[in-house]
């Protein structure tokens, strides 16, 4: 079946079976299902896919971008790296009398300012950047979500941790994952949140999670950004 709402068409699968409520689901490969009661009418399935379009289409786009899957980056004009979840091409300047590479954010555009033309010196000049970025915004969002906590956290750090967003130890430690500046800021709202959060809960439980939303009501829809866009934060 297809429904047209807001310009845009999409294609869906409708399954009938024995429940209560109207269930849309977009699989691995970004099809789109809705399990339905029997005998629903349509202009009530068309209600729940219009109540949700806006998620609905940008967890299709993400699965289908995902199995595209990620591709390595070309250190070349014109190349383009996400810096709070926006896209930007890279203009590289080679300068050998240049007393320290250096990365400019200025008219949309990543200006790398290098001694050589050399992938890796490219590639190290633009992680300086982002691993002083994010600590940078890190420690900004941090100081305006304190309020809501009455624990200060002991240290802040950016890592290259290639499992964890972000942790939080006994001692109130935190670390963040330096790709998190490549992430729109609402997300990096949310990993700041959460880690905060686990200076008052050190666990999972559901405290936890009530005082995450407490602070960030939509949460969820920040941790599915991460779930299904994590993949192109590379470098």
Same mark, same amino acid.
């Given at each position: 079946m297809t429904h047209t709402y807001l310009d845009t068409t999409i294609d869906f699968n409708v399954i009938y079976e024995r429940r209560k409520n109207? /269930? $849309? @689901?977009?699989? =691995?490969?970004? @099809? $789109?299902? =809705?399990h339905a009661p029997k005998d629903s009418d349509i202009i009530v399935i068309q209600k729940a896919l219009e109540k949700q379009w806006e998620l609905i289409l940008l967890k299709s786009k993400e699965m289908k971008d995902r199995n595209l899957g990620s591709y390595e980056k070309v250190y070349e004009h014109g190349e383009t790296f996400l810096y709070l979840g926006k896209a930007y091409p890279i203009v590289i300047t080679c300068n050998s009398d240049l007393e320290k590479?250096? =990365?400019?954010?200025e008219d949309d555009k990543l200006y790398i300012n290098v001694k050589q033309q050399d992938d890796d010196v490219i590639r190290q000049a633009l992680k300086r950047f982002? @691993? +002083?970025n994010c600590k940078s915004v890190i420690e900004k969002r941090i100081r305006?979500? +304190?309020s809501e906590f009455k624990v200060k956290p002991r240290s $802040?750090?950016?890592?290259?941790?290639?499992?964890? &967003? /972000?942790?939080c130890n006994s001692k109130y430690e935190l670390t963040f994952n330096w790709k998190l500046i490549m992430a729109p800021i609402e997300v990096i709202d949310y990993? =700041?949140?959460?880690e905060m959060c686990h200076t008052v809960h050190l666990n999972h439980d559901r405290s936890f999670w009530r005082l995450v939303g407490k602070v960030i009501p939509d949460y969820e829809r920040r +941790?599915? &950004?991460?779930?299904?866009? /994590? &993949?192109k934060m590379i470098l």
């Open positions: 109207v /269930g $849309i @689901y977009v699989d =691995v490969y970004g @099809y $789109i299902e =809705v590479d250096c =990365v400019i954010l982002y @691993y +002083q305006f979500f +304190q $802040i750090k950016i890592t290259d941790d290639k499992k964890n &967003w /972000g942790t990993v =700041v949140v959460h +941790q599915n &950004w991460l779930a299904l866009s /994590g &993949w």
